[in-house]
């Protein structure tokens, strides 16, 4: 049996969304942004449906394009970045590699070991996984919560680098007594080899700013699954799209959805 298309129902074509959806998390636009530039084209389309498509479509994307990113390095580099939500700052965890390849992202309401457990563990299930794509979509943003079952696999990083925070010490001594993290990984705080991740920050914080901070927890989860996905395609990390390839990047994501280009 076929599988039922994502875009069945919807009032407008599937190219018409997945264009707002991909020009929203690729560019520094807001909604209202995107209503007027329609509108130029003689379509309308309310800001808000924009945004319900976005809340919809983004973590869909990321979902379909897991299976299609290269491998990643075994050199880390872990970082957490500030987002507003409802008026309150909130932790993103990001982590890259030492080529700038994104490995996985967390949003936290706290910023602490619990936290970075939190991420280093979904870090590694995400690098581990051999069929990333088959695994659940995650919220984004996770109660405090009893260490995860330990990783059975190999795929273990070498060494992650860290800035001065005193709580990922404690995480990963933490996750190589539980027997989450191999003894042999390294712990490196030189804060000078984690300007890579402090640069690759910049595009998140561009496309988070036109639209002032989010308004829930939910819906900044969704939209940052997007924002992430959205990066690793420009960078370069599908298998077969270059970094730059701007066509092809709109080929892979159009073709994820079963849309002609």
Not at 74 to 94: A, H, P, Q
Not at 157 to 185: F, H, M
Not at 232 to 254: C, L, P, Y
Request: with cysteine.
């Amino acid at each position: 049996m076929n599988q039922q298309s994502p875009f069945k129902w919807r009032h407008f074509e599937a190219e018409i969304i997945l264009l707002c959806v991909r020009w929203y998390l690729r560019y520094s636009l807001s909604y209202r942004d995107l209503e007027e530039m329609m509108a130029e084209r003689g379509l309308a389309v309310d800001h808000t449906t924009i945004y319900r498509w976005v809340q919809r479509y983004a973590p869909e994307l990321e979902q379909r394009s897991r299976p299609h990113l290269k491998a990643t390095n075994d050199s880390w580099r872990v970082d957490e970045t500030y987002i507003k939500i409802k008026g309150t700052w909130t932790y993103l965890y990001r982590a890259v590699d030492s080529e700038g390849n994104t490995l996985e992202f967390l949003l936290s309401p706290t910023r602490d070991a619990e936290a970075a457990k939190r991420f280093l563990i979904k870090a590694l299930h995400s690098t581990a996984c051999s069929a990333p794509g088959a695994r659940p979509l995650e919220e984004q943003v996770e109660e405090p919560t009893a260490l995860a079952d330990p990783i059975t696999t190999t795929s273990a990083p070498r060494v992650i680098n860290v800035d001065k925070n005193a709580a990922y010490p404690k995480a990963i001594a933490d996750l190589k007594a539980a027997g989450i993290l191999p003894a042999s990984v390294e712990l490196r705080q030189v804060k000078y080899l984690n300007n890579l991740i402090e640069q690759d920050h910049r595009f998140i914080k561009r496309v988070v700013k036109p639209g002032m901070g989010f308004f829930s927890v939910e819906t900044a989860g969704r939209t940052l699954q997007g924002y992430e996905v959205m990066n690793m395609i420009r960078k370069g990390q599908v298998s077969g799209v270059g970094k730059g390839d701007i066509s092809g990047q709109v080929t892979f994501i159009a073709t994820l959805f079963g849309v002609a280009a």
